[in-house]
């Protein structure tokens, strides 16, 4: 049982990324996910936050940049970053909670992803 992301990698600011999660040992599909990112020297930030019934959420920091296509491979989630600025620049985790309901709170998440590097240069 596991989450694995990828997708990270280096990238010009104004540029995309599209991270993966990818689910093994359970179905992903009725478990709600996040995405948080962690900066180096900063706090984990959480960014974005979608449910089984489609709704997502997102901070202030990524709204309107950040979409969670719900379309593509089964058990993956994603994670499509637009117009990316070096402030983005973080390690970035997917998380699932079995509940299926968006939380903030980090403990209530069962699995989480070992995490994959995004740094965007200016």
């Known amino acids: 049982v596991q989450l694995v992301e990828s997708g990270g990698g280096l990238v010009q600011a104004g540029g995309s990324l599209r991270l993966s999660c990818v689910a093994t040992g359970f179905d992903l599909s009725v478990y709600a996910i996040g995405w948080v990112r962690q900066a180096p020297g900063k706090e984990r930030e959480g960014i974005s936050y979608a449910d089984p019934e489609g709704n997502q959420y997102f901070t202030d920091s990524v709204e309107g940049r950040f979409t969670m296509p719900a379309d593509g491979a089964q058990n993956t989630a994603y994670l499509l970053m637009r117009d990316l600025r070096p402030e983005d620049t973080a390690v970035y985790y997917c998380?699932?909670?079995?509940?299926?309901?968006?939380?903030?709170?980090?403990?209530?998440?069962?699995?989480w992803g070992q995490g994959t590097q995004v740094t965007v240069s200016s």
């Open positions: 998380a699932a909670v079995s509940t299926g309901i968006i939380t903030l709170a980090w403990s209530e998440y069962d699995y």
